[in-house]
């Protein structure tokens, strides 16, 4: 069984960083990690994703530039830079992992996921 934890959310100003990590752990196969997040009131949104083997990795248009998605070697941590964050980005973030991927995110209703991480960014 998998097990998907976040830490690392927290209270920053705008243009300020913060750096998201995800621990997995379990042995089932898997192809891609990723990060999502979820205002209040609104759907659930990709964030970045990667291809755990390749590296490839993917961004939704709004945090391209500003966020870095990347993993250790032994592909059981995954991380999520975030840099000039911006008061939208205010967000329940979460990490999730899958053995089945489409554009670098697990396809819908597959994959682990852990219970999230508050990032919140004041103006």
């Known amino acids: 069984q998998m097990q998907v934890a976040e830490s690392g959310g927290g209270s920053v100003q705008a243009g300020g960083s913060l750096r998201l990590s995800c621990v997995i752990s379990g042995s089932s196969y898997r192809e891609c990690s990723a990060w999502y997040r979820q205002a209040p009131g609104k759907e659930r949104e990709r964030v970045a994703g990667i291809y755990i083997r390749t590296g490839s990795t993917f961004y939704t248009d709004s945090v391209d530039g500003r966020f870095t998605i990347s993993q250790d070697n032994s592909w059981n941590n995954l991380y999520l830079q975030m840099d000039n964050l911006k008061p939208e980005d205010t967000a329940l973030y979460y990490c999730?992992?899958?053995?089945?991927?489409?554009?670098?995110?697990?396809?819908?209703?597959?994959?682990?996921w852990g219970q999230g991480t508050q990032v919140t960014v004041s103006s």
């Open positions: 999730a992992t899958s053995g089945y991927c489409l554009y670098g995110y697990p396809k819908p209703d597959s994959g682990y």
